[in-house]
């Protein structure tokens, strides 16, 4: 068994948890605390009934998510969100979440992870989201095309978007999981010609048209499953924890 403050503590300090600014319903850290011992971590993208319940089935003491159990911000402790905290508290399952802190993290990130298994090439910081730089940039060695089947290949999803020319060198691109894509403005306004991101959106894909723009939608879910992954890495090798991916895609 493993202290769940020796856990907290490595994920609080490599996740720099309480540097980084984020939605207040994000409220990064540990959202739930169990009797004070791990032995088994689930790790997961969302925090859904049916999430915790498989993460409860598989003999999970720690859960982690991208997206924690308070997204639907302050409630009253009834009906289904009763049920929730509940499913938690009776199985001594403690829960722990990183959003913002875990798309932008250098190594263990959703947007680091991404670029190094496309093969990007010279990746640096990008993409500023209110005023904490979340994605990526790097160069892909070959066409548009190929990208795309490489993003589709590395996701596990059907990419969808808009391209202007799959044979052109896709060159200097842009990354940012999740829901980036409504930083399209800020991709074109710094020069950058091919744009990825998880979750397609109707208005992003006009004003991709417009600019001229490549833009490459794989999927909220499937582009934000690769950090926590990463992080359960992490925790075997650390504190040699077995670990379990709970999948429930949204197919958004």
């Known amino acids: ?10 994920l609080d300090t490599t996740l720099r948890i309480s540097e980084i600014k984020d939605a207040p319903v994000a409220l990064n850290g540990l959202q739930i605390e169990n009797n004070g011992c791990v032995t088994k971590v689930a790790l997961a993208v969302d925090g859904s009934q049916q ?44 829960i722990y979440s990183a959003h913002l802190p875990l798309d932008m993290h250098p190594e263990l990130g959703n947007n680091a992870c991404i670029a190094r298994g496309l093969g990007l090439q010279d990746i640096t910081p990008e993409l500023d989201y209110h005023g904490t730089v979340i994605g990526l940039a790097g160069t892909y060695p070959s066409t548009v095309g190929e990208l795309r089947d490489a993003y589709a290949a590395l996701t596990g999803a059907a990419v969808t978007g808009v391209i202007h ?5 896709a060159g200097r691109v842009a990354l940012c999981s999740g829901g980036g894509g409504e930083e399209i403005y800020q991709a074109h306004a710094k020069g950058y010609g091919t744009f990825l991101t998880g979750e397609e959106n109707h208005w992003v894909s006009n004003a991709a ?4 723009v490549n833009m490459l939608f794989a999927g909220h879910y499937a582009t934000e499953t690769f950090g926590v992954k990463a992080l359960g890495a992490l925790l075997e090798r650390t504190f040699g924890l077995p670990t379990v991916f709970i999948d429930h895609p949204t197919g958004m």
């Open 209 to 212: 048209r417009d600019m001229g």
């Open 51 to 94: 999430t915790l319940e498989s993460a409860v089935a598989a003999g999970a003491d720690l859960l982690i998510l991208h997206h924690g159990i308070y997204w639907s911000g302050l409630r009253p402790l009834t009906g289904w969100w009763k049920k929730k905290v509940e499913t938690a508290l009776h199985a001594n399952l403690a």
């Open 1 to 10: 068994m493993t202290p769940l403050t020796d856990i907290t503590k490595l």
């Open 165 to 169: 020319d799959a044979a052109a060198p």
